[in-house]
């Protein structure tokens, strides 16, 4: 059997690629072919030539003994004589080198980047320090830096007082603008445990007290005996108060 013919049908019964093969011989693609269509002259030499034979013949398993006694006469030298670096050679051939321009390129900018930012901080410093040492002159919170005022704080809800000549508690829940659930003690006694929506309200009056939760406060407005006391604390908040009968004198 020709050798070309040979080297070609092993390679294609283990299923594999030139382009495979340079990969893990590391011969170039075009002496492989040149070896499977037998254009020796493609060779670098017989040298190399009988290196690349060998390598290749023992990659797919060929006895090499044998490929060499039938075509000697395109292999003058012995294959030791092959040098060893042949295939380094081939290999670093097909690497393409990185520009080094890039790399010039790539440091350039870098040292741009570090001495735009040295002049920063540098001017930073003179005008009453970095952001880090003078974090108030970035503080979007500070009136006297940003412009805004404060928003007002609410003071907390005062206990409404009961007028001395009281002898009733009466009270008014009126629900404004989204659902509260709420539970409404009157002179120890439920009188009340339920959800209200927009709209509705709840009269209560008692002769001791009146105790209420409300799981919405900032829904509700409530009215003490006629004086309406406003909305009984902040959107989504749990309320607990407590209103008494003021004794008379």
Known sequence: ??????????REEKGLTLEAV?????????????????????LPG???AKAFLKTYTRFLGIDAGDVFANYSDFFTEAPA??????????????????????LYLTVAAVIVCVAVLGLYF????????TPVDNPSAYNPENPAISGQTEPPVQPPPVEPQQPADSSVVK??????????WMSVTVDGKQAFVGTLIPGQSKHF???DKIKITLGNAGAVEASL??????????????????????PSG
Do not use: W
């Open 1 to 10: 059997m020709e050798i070309g013919k040979r080297l070609k049908e092993a």
């Open 22 to 42: 340079e990969e893990e011989t590391k011969i170039r693609r075009k002496y492989l072919r040149a070896l499977e269509e037998e254009q020796f002259q493609v």
């Open 46 to 48: 017989p040298v190399y």
């Open 81 to 102: 004589e092959a040098p060893e670096h042949i295939f380094e050679e081939e290999k670093k051939a097909r690497v393409p080198r990185k520009p080094r321009s890039r």
């Open 122 to 129: 540098n001017s930073a410093k003179g005008k009453g320090g």
């Open 171 to 180: 009270l008014d829940l009126n629900v404004k603008n989204s659902d509260c």
């Open 205 to 207: 009056e008692g002769t």
């Open 225 to 246: 005996n006629g004086q309406n006391l406003g909305l009984m604390g902040k959107s989504g908040d749990v309320v607990n108060r407590e209103f008494k009968v003021q």
